[in-house]
């Protein structure tokens, strides 16, 4: 997600990955797949960083090192069907 400004200051978090198109006149407006329309207070290039930035840190997290596996305990040994015969009676 990147957070943009409204018009009014107010903050919101919009889907990168949602936005069709960016307009900027002379306010800029992103445009969302489903025709919802947001005049934002940053500029066209500011939005674009944001986004290629986004972008970068999802790759960036797909990439990183996983954290350290945990041990795995040792097999626990079956028993035969005639163990388990003596334990029932």
Known sequence: MIVVSRLNGSRFA????LIERI???????LVLVDGTTYVVRE????????????RAR?????????EVARPIAAPVPLRS???????AR
Do not use: C, R
């Open 58 to 66: 999802v790759i960036a997290l797909a990439h990183a090192p996983q």
């Open 14 to 17: 919009v889907n990168p990955d």
């Open 43 to 54: 500029e066209l290039d500011a939005v674009i960083d944001m986004i290629a930035h986004y």
């Open 81 to 87: 069907a005639d163990a388990l015969a003596g334990e």
């Open 23 to 29: 307009q900027a006149s002379p306010d800029t407006t």
